[in-house]
């Protein structure tokens, strides 16, 4: 979500959930991995994958996020308003939101609702790179708690049901992204003005892995989630899932030990196109949860 603006034109998108390579500007075809089949699973929830018997050590799962859009004190407790860094970021929206100021993100019925209005006056232009000028106001949140794969953290589950626009301009995205440096980013949900969701695990600005799946309907309600394993001193595996079917999975190279903001947005053209839509666009959440294995 976070990647410079050229970046996105060096991907082929593919509908087949096809993983593709970005390394100094030359797209390379990866090989597929196929879903394991009988995968062990933890008893505590549905779909959650243990790591093997033998690479682990004893551990105990715990929720970090879960039932935060239940109410505005329980999704302030565990979430901020805006990015991180503020109001702007890479496309044509500028983040509004607070405790007092609902009107591009509500909650209703345990559903988190962002929207985004296209205004028609002279905002000036986005802070940050590559600084298009400001054509809608809409809404940002992301967690208190920062995910930090370690040793004592060896494993993290991140997931949602979401109900996402994927009409050209809209750039609706579920994802994390590094609190000290960029990279590392992951990319759980990412929709670019169609109705392909981007799995991205970047490494550095130009090595970067995209797994790319056409997703039937993605304004309906569809789960995507993440299995964040370490696998040595430096490195993660990420696993990614849509509607609970393995898709992919990337090596996140020297991902462990640093820090990662959980970020739910919905931007505006930029990668997704220049001609974003007239009317309101709204992107839903529910069921926001993230967990993780403690060893000690």
């Excluded at 959980?262 to 505006?268: A, E, Y």
């Excluded at 220049?274 to 309101?280: E, K, L, N, T």
Aim: charged share 20%.
């Amino acid at each position: 979500m976070v990647a410079p603006v050229c970046l996105c034109s060096k991907f082929r998108t593919s509908g087949g959930g096809h993983a593709w390579r970005v390394s100094t500007g030359q797209v390379v075809r990866t090989q597929e991995i196929p879903r394991r089949s009988g995968r062990p699973r933890r008893g505590r929830g549905p779909g959650r994958v243990a790591r093997p018997a033998t690479a682990a050590p004893a551990a105990t799962w715990e929720d970090v996020i879960n039932g935060s859009f239940g109410s505005y004190g329980a999704f302030e407790a565990e979430w901020n308003y805006l990015y991180p860094w503020g109001s702007d970021h890479n496309g044509s929206a500028r983040m509004y939101g607070s405790s007092t100021d609902h009107n591009h993100i509500t909650l209703a019925s345990g559903v988190l609702t962002l929207k985004a209005t296209r205004i028609t006056w002279d905002e000036g232009t986005s802070g940050s790179d590559p600084h298009l000028p400001i054509r809608y106001h809409s809404g940002a949140v992301h967690a208190k708690n920062q995910i930090v794969v370690t040793d004592q953290f060896p494993d993290y589950e991140v997931k949602g049901e979401f109900q996402a626009p994927s009409a050209a301009g809209t750039w609706p995205a579920f994802w994390l992204t590094g609190v000290n440096s960029w990279p590392p980013e992951s990319d759980i949900l990412e929709f670019k003005g169609n109705s392909n969701n981007w799995f991205n695990t970047f490494r550095s600005s130009s090595d970067v892995s995209s797994t790319i799946v056409g997703v039937s309907g993605p304004g309906n309600w569809h789960t995507y989630r993440a299995w964040i394993t370490k696998v040595n001193a430096t490195d993660v595996d990420i696993h990614y899932y849509l509607d609970g079917t393995w898709k992919a999975v990337h090596r996140g190279a020297g991902f462990v030990g640093k820090p990662l903001w959980l970020i739910i947005n919905l931007q505006m053209e930029g990668s997704s196109g220049s001609s974003g839509p007239g009317g309101d666009t709204y992107y839903r959440a529910r069921n926001v949860y993230v967990g993780r294995n403690r060893t000690s």
